[in-house]
Structure formats: C-alpha cells, structure tokens
C-alpha cells in the first residue's frame, strides 16, 4: 500500500487514486493485480476519470437486469422476467470484454 501510495503521490494523482487504494486494500491475489495495473494506468497517464453520467457495459447490464432500467423507462424498456438465465451469459461477455481490453492495452492476457 505505501508503494502505491508514493507512486500516486510522485505522479500527481492522489485524488484519483484514493479510490484504488482503498479497493486495493481490501483485495489480493489477481482482483489486487488488476487495481495495481490500473494504478500503473493512471500514472502513467493512460487512464482519465470517467465523464460525470458515463455508463460502462457493464452498469448498463446490471440496470438491466436489475429491472432499475425499467422502472426509469417504463414506456421503452421492458422488464426482464427470467435474469438468471442472462447472468452467467453476460459473465462470459464481461470476461471477454475484460481480456479484449488488456490486449489493446498492451497487457499479458
């Protein structure tokens, strides 16, 4: 944690980084991998705050899924009955995107 903190601190980015630490802390083995990677990311400069009202792929599904995208828009969207079949698919898309991503990045896969 202090690695990280001084390599936050040496390259300005403190305030984006708190979040990070605070999830590296509370992570090991390859879920604290990929929060150091993202740390790298981000002081190195190849990472930005996300836009205020940016939705990931991933946020959109569980909106979804979650029926919080119908309730919102109940005129366009419909409530999924059976989200439990679209779970473990959307697991399997998430996975891919995850490893699409590390490979345009340069990342071992």
């Not at 990677?37 to 400069?45: E, K, P, Q, S, T």
């Not at 990472?47 to 005129?75: C, H, I, M, N, W």
């Amino acid at each position: 944690m202090a690695d990280l903190s001084r390599h936050l601190l040496a390259a300005g980015q403190v305030v984006l980084g708190l979040p990070l630490l605070e999830q590296a802390a509370a992570r090991e083995g390859s879920a604290l991998r990929d929060v150091r990677l993202a740390i790298d990311h981000l002081c190195r400069g190849e990472a930005r705050a996300r836009a205020s009202g940016e939705t990931t792929f991933a946020e959109f599904a569980e909106r979804v899924l979650s029926g919080k995208l119908a309730e919102q828009y109940p005129d366009h969207v419909k409530a999924i009955r059976t989200a439990d079949k679209y779970e473990q698919r959307l697991g399997h898309v998430l996975d891919v995107l995850a490893l699409l991503s590390r490979s345009r990045q340069g990342l071992d896969v």
